[in-house]
Structures are given as C-alpha cells and as structure tokens.
C-alpha cells in the first residue's frame, strides 16, 4: 500500500512540473501577474452597487443597515468610490504610457478619473429613465414601470452599457468590455461599451442582440430579439481598430426580430422600419419599409391528417 502511494505522488509531482514547466515558453496565456490584472468579480460588485445608485428603491445590498435612506445610498457610493479607484488603478498596468509611472502617480490618476465618473451618474440616470419610458410606450405588455426596471433584459442590459459607456469615453481600460460581458452573460444581449446611443431606447426580449463597437444610434430607437447591428467584414483585424465598422441608427427606426445591419457606412434613415430577417449592407433613406418577400410556404399531409379545406383554402388540416 505505501508503495502505491509512493507511486501515486511520484506521478503527481510529475504532473505538476510538467504543467509548471509549460508556463516558461513566454506566450500570452503564461503571464504569471495576478495580483496586477482587475478582478472580475469586484467589478461585477461594483456594477450591481452602481444599480442601487441608480436605481435606489429597487436594487439593494443586504450588508448595508442603515434607518435613512441618505446614509444608506451614501455608503454604497464610498464603497463604489473606494473599490472602482482600485479596480481602475490596477487596469492602468496594461496601458504603456503607465509603464513609467510610481504607484502613488497611477493611484492619483485612477482617483481623479473615479471622480469623474462618479460625476457622471446623474447624466446616465437621465438617460436611464427615458429608456424606461421608452419601454413602457412601447410594450403593451408592461404591467407597470416598476415591472419593467425589476425584470425586463433588454433594460438591464442598457443600463450597464451606459454605466460602461462613460468608462469607456475615459479610455479606462479593461473595466467597459467586462462590465457589458458581465451584462451580456445575464441577458443575453451583447452591446460593446463603445456604441453610442441615443435617450428612449427600447429592447424588447432582447436575447441574442449584437450592437458593435461603433454603432450609432438614435433616440426613440426600438431593437427586437435576434438583431445584429455589426460589422460589414472584420478579416482586416487590428488593421481596422478606429475604423468606423457598424452601421448608424437614425432617430424613431425600429429594427424588428433577427435583421442584420452591416457596415460603416450604412445609414439606417430617420423613421425607417426594418422588417424581421432582413439582411442590410446599404444605407436606407429617411421614411422606409424594408421587409423580406415571403417565402412559400409548403404543407404536406402527414400520417393521421386528412385535409379539411372549403372553398378552395389550402393549409387547413383535421386530425383523423
């Protein structure tokens, strides 16, 4: 028996240097420096705090007692401040203009870009709230708001890619694209935190919804489930980083279930209507219908149906 398990831990430690050994062929995954990458779950804390924030009588944290509403609101923004300045210090080590600078520089800068953000949640609650009316309007299936903000996707999945957003514009690094990752694992709706978007945006169910990186869109715009407002060819790679690759949204379009928009240089016109499964890689005036020629449609009579058809009706079947 001690033999077999000399055995056993001989062939373990083996394991072990072999594994450890791979590490030693200077290839991206071998990057040994944990402690200066951001921690995902820390950020997806801060963005459910940042959901209290903006929504203050919805979102809440258990840890947090507190009798007056102010106090408790401010001790979720400390602890925002606090962990975000953190995160975004760390996310400063994988910036080459960085390279150079001490900790106490690197902990100044993320301090002061903190602040700015922070500066900012009232401008994204702003923009927030129209999104809600915007889906209330627009859902005939809305019970109610409160329905809307405690369980609807497609508004959750907007209201992280406006948090993201802002990051996004302060070229803080890393924290946007986890931030809408962390949106799109729950929802389903992948939006990159570089896609402009108008007020009164509504998403309805949402799953499957791509928005790219330098997507325009404007206000009082409607996305249904399926939708990819993408890129006409990425085969050009880091070659087209800053290239306007996604399609621009104009005001009051609406985009019905499983199109697809491509390209820089598509312009979807103000007012435009875009029918389910339509396939687009040109622009499209103000004012237009696009839709797809229905395909036809083919029955056959299968075992244990028998046709049931009047007065010259096709596609009518009684079972037997």
Do not use: W
């Not at 996310?91 to 900012?120: G, N, V």
């Not at 799109?184 to 949402?206: E, F, N, Q, R, W």
């Amino acid at each position: 028996m001690d033999t077999e398990k000399e055995s056993l831990n001989s062939e373990i430690k083996d394991l072990v240097d072999l594994i450890i050994d791979d590490y030693n062929t200077d290839r991206d995954i071998d990057k040994l420096d944990i402690f200066n990458q951001p921690d995902k779950e820390s950020i997806k804390n801060i963005v459910n705090k940042l959901l209290q924030i903006i929504y203050p009588g919805y979102y809440r944290d258990k840890v947090y007692k507190s009798y007056n509403d102010s106090n408790r609101i401010a001790i979720v923004i400390e602890d925002v401040i606090y962990n975000l300045k953190k995160q975004i210090g760390i996310s400063f080590h994988h910036c080459p203009e960085y390279a150079s600078k001490t900790d106490a520089e690197i902990s100044l800068d993320a301090e002061r870009f903190t602040i700015e953000f922070i500066k900012k949640i009232p401008m994204i609650r702003e923009y927030v709230e129209t999104d809600v009316q915007a889906t209330f309007d627009g859902d005939p299936a809305a019970f109610s708001k409160e329905e809307i903000i405690l369980s609807y996707p497609g508004l959750l999945a907007t209201t992280i890619n406006r948090i993201a957003h802002e990051l996004f514009l302060l070229q803080i690094p890393l924290l946007p694209r986890i931030m809408t990752e962390y949106a799109h694992s729950i929802t389903g709706i992948d939006i990159h935190p570089g896609a402009t978007i108008g007020k009164y945006l509504m998403i309805d169910h949402g799953t499957g919804i791509v928005v790219g990186e330098t997507s325009i869109i404007g206000e009082h715009v409607k996305i249904y489930q399926g939708v990819t407002i993408g890129a006409l060819s990425t085969r050009g790679g880091q070659r087209l980083k800053g290239a306007k690759r996604h399609p621009t949204i104009e005001d009051n379009v609406t985009i019905y279930a499983g199109a697809s928009i491509l390209g820089g240089e598509t312009v979807i016109g103000k007012g435009s209507v875009v029918g389910s499964n339509a396939f687009i890689t040109a622009s499209i005036p103000a004012g237009s219908r696009i839709s797809v020629k229905n395909q036809e449609l083919s029955l056959k009579v299968g075992e244990g149906l028998k046709p049931c058809c009047e007065d010259g009706q096709e596609n009518c079947f009684d079972v037997m």
